[in-house]
Structures are given as C-alpha cells and as structure tokens.
C-alpha cells in the first residue's frame, strides 16, 4: 500500500473540510426546521416590503414569549399572543398584516365567531389544531398575501378582505399555537 504525498494529504484535508461544512449546513437547516416548522431552516429576520394594502389596516402582532418551556419536544414552549392594534373596524374592506415578532413561524386566520362562543374556547383536534372551516381567509405567506408555509420570525405576511357587520375570532392554527394563546376577538360594526 503507497502513502500518501504531501500534496495528497493537502488535497484530503480541503475535501474533509468541504464535506464536513456541508454536514454542518444540512444538520442546521434540518434542526432549525423542527424549531421553525414551515421555515426554510435557517433563521429568518427578514423585513418585508409591505405594498399599500386597501381598506382599513389592522397591524396584527405575533408574538412567542420563549422562557423555559422553549425546550419541550413538540416545539412550542412558551407562551404565545396575538394582538390587533385595534379591535373593532367599519364592515367593508379590511386589510389585516400580520407581524412576526416572535422566533418561529406563526400564522393568522380569520375566523367566523358565533354569539355563543367565548375566544380561545374552540375545540382542539388531536392534530394540536382547530377546525377552521368557515375561514375568510388568511395571513400566512411569508413577505406575500394570502396562504402559504407560515410567517417566518421577523416577517409579515397580509390579506384583504370584505367583512359584513359580525365578531371574527383572529387564530394562529399550527400545530400547539391556538391553545397556547394565540387568538383575540375582533368586531366589524
């Protein structure tokens, strides 16, 4: 068996180091996507260009808290909100752009809510999500409108629409999201 050269052993090291870089770089994007569902992997800050959306514009905030229940296996740890920097709009066109504050992907639906109903009372599947049948629509392409993987952390994501005179209920709907907190209510007079 020959040995190697010294230009051999050159040539060796920079593959190894090629190969252990790109180890590297798939094994983060595969964690980051267990953190950051729906996520491209790898952490995401990215303000958007917002266009000049129609109507009244509701800001919406979604928000993870972090704190010490970030480390439990399912990924969600930590409380979570969403709020509106108002409550109540005129019925017509309404435009809602929802702002990721928070480390992990989020997303928002508009959603009917019935007189008889209480926020945050919806029934929860064993899919850790809400039945979101009768939606109006939603928030949930990262920098785009309408549906899409989620709102990456430090991304907004918008929709319009024509809403009657009602009570809407404002979800987060992946996976653990609805029953850590991530509802308001919200009025079309």
């Known amino acids: 068996m020959k040995s190697v050269t010294g230009r051999g052993q050159v040539i060796l ?16 994007g ?11 992997g790898f952490a995401s800050r990215a303000r958007c ?28 740890g930590g409380a979570m909100r969403m709020t509106a920097d108002r409550s109540m709009v005129m ?12 480390s992990i992907s989020h997303e928002l639906v508009i959603l009917p809510l019935p007189d008889e109903l209480i926020p945050g009372t919806r029934l929860v599947g064993a899919d850790a999500r809400i039945d ?12 785009g409108e309408g549906p899409g993987q989620g ?26 999201h609805y029953t850590a907190g991530m509802y308001t209510q919200f009025t079309v007079s």
């Open 132 to 143: 979101e049948a009768g939606s109006l629509g939603e928030a949930s392409r990262s920098c």
């Open 30 to 40: 595969f964690a980051g996507g267990l953190v950051n569902p729906g996520g491209t």
């Open 13 to 28: 090291r920079v593959a190894a180091v090629i190969l252990l870089t790109a180890l590297s770089l798939v094994a983060v």
């Open 91 to 102: 019925h017509g066109t309404v435009s809602f752009l929802a702002t990721n504050s928070g």
């Open 151 to 176: 709102i990456l952390p430090g991304a907004s994501g918008w929709v319009t629409l024509t809403l009657p005179p009602g009570r809407y209920e404002l979800v987060c709907n992946l996976p653990g």
């Open 49 to 76: 260009a917002v266009p000049d959306l129609p109507g009244q514009v509701v800001d919406v905030s979604l928000i993870n808290m972090g704190g010490p229940m970030m480390d439990r296996p399912d990924g969600i």
